[in-house]
């Protein structure tokens, strides 16, 4: 949830021209990593699997959108790098769970 705040109030700033671009994209796909992790967690194990690969696929979305609006010099060097540092954080933290859901079923 702070990333998500931390990605509105960074989009915030954009270009108006990016509202249903970049800005759009950005806030949909940090949105979709809590919206996902919530919805598998009332789940079986092997169907919160399912959700936390589709919120580690809007994580990498994260991660582009963010080097997009770098790059396009939307945001400085430091929020970048904060934002990577909170993308790593987030990553680990999936990959700790999914490691701990398969810990009886490797296969998933």
Do not use: W
């Not at 430091?78 to 398969?102: D, P, T, W």
């Amino acid at each position: 949830m702070d990333f998500i705040d931390h990605v509105y109030k960074i989009t915030v700033q954009y270009p108006q021209e990016e509202r249903y671009g970049l800005t759009s994209q950005f806030r949909r796909a940090s949105t979709s990593i809590a919206l996902n992790i919530a919805e598998g967690s009332g789940s079986t194990d092997k169907d919160f699997n399912k959700y936390l690969r589709t919120a580690y696929n809007s994580l990498k979305e994260c991660v582009v959108c963010s080097t997009v609006a770098f790059r396009q010099e939307f945001i400085s060097k430091e929020v970048y790098e904060n934002l990577r540092k909170e993308l790593v954080e987030i990553s680990k933290m999936i990959a700790g769970l999914r490691k701990y859901l398969n810990r009886d079923n490797p296969e998933h």
